[in-house]
């Protein structure tokens, strides 16, 4: 899964069931952020958001971070979304 996330490229995100889809787990959406919520600094977590577009609320906090990470790379929110035709990476 690290590997799939990593190849995401700079402004581009996908979401957590994309990235499911793409290993073979239909329904395993909230097995990947589970697992990105554990994963090394060499790992581009912030760029995987939810189906909607949305960064997902998390216990640990984190959302303004990611937020900013993903706007540095000019990823651009209207009304707190992510227009998923413009910024989604479907090359799963």
Not at 6 to 15: K, L
Not at 56 to 66: I, V
Request: glycine letters at 14%; hydrophobic letters at 40%; aromatic letters at 10%.
């Amino acid at each position: 899964m690290y590997a799939l996330v990593r190849r995401i490229p700079r402004g581009r995100v996908a979401s957590y069931g994309s990235i499911a889809r793409a290993l073979g787990m239909p329904r395993g959406a909230r097995t990947v952020g589970w697992a990105l919520a554990a994963c090394g600094d060499d790992v581009p977590w912030h760029r995987v958001v939810n189906a909607q577009g949305n960064i997902s609320w998390r216990p640990t906090g984190g959302y303004q971070l990611q937020r900013d990470l993903l706007r540095h790379e000019g990823v651009r929110f209207a009304r707190g979304r992510i227009d998923l035709e413009k910024f989604g990476w479907e090359k799963l």
